[in-house]
């Protein structure tokens, strides 16, 4: 009943999506509007929205990920299988939201805040920031879309690679399979992928 409480509460947390809450309360617009990827999500809260927009959404994204794990942790520990379901929900939820006919985001912000929620342990989450570097500076992947793409499955396969706590293992391969078929299903127009050194 705990888990199951906790995978509702991160899921139905998930689906709140605060571009759009934080847009039309502060710019009083669609900040998904005129946009190339129509995506709710903090890239489209700064453009479209602002600065405070941004930095409000960008914020709760990482905060409604954050706090289902970290809640549940306080009860139980990393060895309960139970938790890779608890890290995937607020994605889950971001990307597939209950209040938005299932139509949402890309989810990378609640997943960032997914694995900060196992703090201390913070291993996966610098993991996943340490692909998404890589991607952008050294082996630099542009557009985005394939950056993000290479990010996630690279940071599941080192999880599976460095990590010892399976649930943790599990957990980030639940979040990276959501974002990568919530990439592969979006109607983004898709340009070319393009790989340069540095």
């Known amino acids: 009943m705990r888990t199951l409480f ?12 605060y571009a759009h809450v934080w847009g039309r309360f ?58 890779a379901l608890i890290l995937a929900a607020p994605v889950l939820g971001h990307v597939f939201p209950l209040f938005y ?9 609640v997943s960032f805040g997914c694995l900060l929620g ?34 996630y499955v690279s940071a599941a396969v080192l999880t599976f690679l460095t990590v010892k706590i399976a649930a943790v293992r599990w957990g980030m391969l639940l979040i990276s399979g959501t974002i990568v078929s919530k990439l592969m299903t979006c109607d983004e127009k898709k340009e070319q992928c393009k790989v340069k050194l540095l």
């Open 101 to 109: 006919h299932f139509q949402g985001g890309k989810g990378i912000a």
């Open 118 to 151: 196992l703090c201390p342990f913070i291993v996966p989450a610098v993991i996943l920031a340490a692909c998404f570097i890589l991607f952008s500076t050294v082996l630099v992947i542009s557009p985005h879309y394939y950056r993000t793409l290479a990010s």
């Open 26 to 83: 502060i710019s009083h617009r669609d900040v998904t509007a005129g946009t190339r990827d129509g995506n709710p999500g903090t890239a489209n809260a700064f453009t479209k929205g602002g600065f405070l927009c941004g930095i409000l959404t960008l914020f709760c994204d990482i905060a409604k990920g954050f706090f289902p794990v970290w809640l549940f942790l306080l009860q139980t520990d990393h060895g309960d299988l139970s938790l």
């Open 6 to 17: 906790f995978m509702l509460a991160g899921y139905l947390s998930g689906s709140v999506l």
